[in-house]
């Protein structure tokens, strides 16, 4: 009888994390959550930190849970959100708590390089990646100009994933597919470009040796042995990018298709088999990140479902705390009443997410929405013609027709967006699996150690193992009147 091989899954995402173990039986690949945490920014200072401590005593916590469960795992792998890091010194201990992307330092820092360092298209040419004022080069350079005594005396720096890979096993790499978010790798080279590293006083030589999805890091060292009752478990560099993961498992039957990973951001693209770096794609500002098996994720980040997240902290027990009371009251309210644009500047840290969304209507003259039911509906609303708008621009990019839209992550469970994100776009909607990054994560393990052979074998069995809900457009005339109010309050506010 054939050993059943399970799979350990560590799932990072901004606000939470997770373990999950999984196995592959009868063509089928099966899941199931271990623990699940907190994954909270600590605010110090004027400034936002992550816990990497922390996030590493959870991973300990899964592992000893499948320990005491006798579950024999054959191998782990962690996944993470992008482009934050953490720095090491010479002596091998951590330089304090790695700073968040949410960090305001990087605010002015993305203009200041740019005008005193590359410009935007020399900086685009190079790396093809969206600009964002968190990416990874920007954050160096906020923290050089800051004169950051841990940047100063860092010997190592290592990217999320990468860094608690080392916490496990004491070995040091750099990942592709999450170093290709930092804003400093050719995808042409696969390298990082070492004239952008001396721009921010780094070398190759401050980072691991870049390893590919699949590569072997290391096993769990004697410590973690001891206290998990674990033995000697391999841990994998699997697509350390959340997003990497969860488009590894887009459960598609063909080349034809676009993708949505939608949860904190919504993440919009298609899979390439080369970078696309040219005029358009710089005018747009679309992203080339590194994908499983030399592809490239060629998308654009949307801010998505942060916009309710920071609504419902800041709304606290004073409204209904379940998604379908929330969802359902939101419906009632009329469509397209107001409309923002998601990825506003005004949306990416405010003090008040409410008060920035009806500023914003305010702005452009439209009725601001004053019920927690008003600002709902104008974010699923907004989000749905975000999401058309971007789709149209994928469009002119894709060599190949685009017949479907596959939604991934917690988002996939969001029936009404969903829905509204078909009768935007026209597209044929599938939604699910929940899991794609966790499921990303483990197949990736599973290809490692010889249980797939390719990415479309894995893709096989993943749409072989999930239950997709499909949606189709409704409402496409009104939905296509709708966006074009949307563009005008756009130009409005620029």
């Known amino acids: 009888m054939k050993e059943t091989k399970y799979f350990f899954a560590v799932d990072l995402g901004a606000t939470s994390g997770r373990t999950i173990v999984g196995n592959i039986i009868d063509g089928k690949v099966n899941l199931e959550e271990v623990t699940r945490f907190p994954n909270n920014i600590i605010q110090y200072g004027g400034q936002f930190y992550w816990d990497i401590y922390a996030l590493y005593n959870e991973i300990v916590k899964g592992l000893k849970t499948v320990a005491k469960r006798g579950i024999e795992i054959a191998s782990i792998g962690i996944d993470t959100w992008g482009v934050d890091f953490v720095l090491v010194a010479d002596d091998g201990h951590i330089l304090r708590s790695p700073r968040s992307y949410r960090d305001p330092h990087t605010f002015p820092a993305m203009e200041d390089y740019l005008r005193n360092t590359k410009s935007k298209r020399e900086l685009y040419d190079i790396t093809g990646i969206q600009l964002m004022n968190f990416n990874s080069i ?46 400093l790798l050719d995808p042409r080279t696969g390298k990082l470009d070492e004239g952008l590293l001396e721009t921010v006083g780094l070398s190759q030589t401050h980072f691991g040796k870049m390893v590919k999805p699949g590569t072997l890091v290391g096993t769990l060292t004697e410590e973690l042995q001891e206290m998990t009752g674990l033995g000697a478990v391999p841990v994998y560099a699997v697509a350390g990018h959340d997003t990497a993961s969860a488009v590894a498992a887009v459960p598609a039957r063909d080349e034809n298709f676009a993708y949505l990973s939608s949860g904190t951001w919504s993440l919009m693209g298609i899979e390439t088999q080369n970078a696309v770096i040219n005029e358009r794609s710089y005018e747009l500002n679309f992203t080339n990140e ?67 969304i009806q500023e914003y209507c305010r702005q452009t003259g439209q009725k601001v929405p004053e019920t927690y039911a008003e600002i709902i509906r104008c974010i699923f609303d907004s989000l749905a013609l975000r999401y058309k708008e971007v789709f149209l621009w994928l469009k002119e990019f894709a060599a190949f027709d685009i017949n479907t839209l596959h939604i991934i992550g917690g988002g996939s469970k969001n029936d ?55 949606y189709r457009p409704q409402d496409t005339e009104l939905w296509d009147k709708a966006f074009e109010t949307y563009l005008d309050i756009k130009k409005k506010k620029h």
């Not at 709304?315 to 309210?333: C, H, I, R």
């Not at 994100?421 to 499921?439: D, M, S």
């Open 290 to 356: 590194g994908g499983i098996e030399g592809t490239t994720r060629f998308l654009k980040n949307i801010c998505g479902m942060w916009l309710l997240e920071r609504c419902r902290k800041e709304w606290g027990d004073s409204v209904p705390q379940d998604y379908a009371t929330l969802f359902g009251e939101a419906m009632k309210t009329d469509a397209f009443r107001s409309v923002i644009n998601p990825d506003d500047e005004m949306f990416a840290n405010p003090a008040n997410m409410q008060n920035a």
């Open 416 to 470: 009404y967006l969903n829905q509204f994100t078909a009768n935007a776009t026209g597209l044929c909607v599938l939604a699910g699996p929940q899991e794609g990054t966790a499921l990303g994560n483990i197949m990736v393990q599973a290809k490692a150690v010889g249980m797939v052979n390719d990415i479309w074998e894995m893709r096989h069995i993943i749409a072989n193992s999930v239950s997709l809900k499909q």
């Open 138 to 183: 920007f954050q160096f350079y906020a923290m050089r100009r800051e004169r950051d005594s841990a940047l100063q005396n860092a010997q190592k720096i290592l990217f999320m994933p990468d860094a608690l890979s080392w916490m496990l096993t004491g070995n040091d790499v750099c990942e592709y597919t999450v170093a290709s978010t930092s804003e």
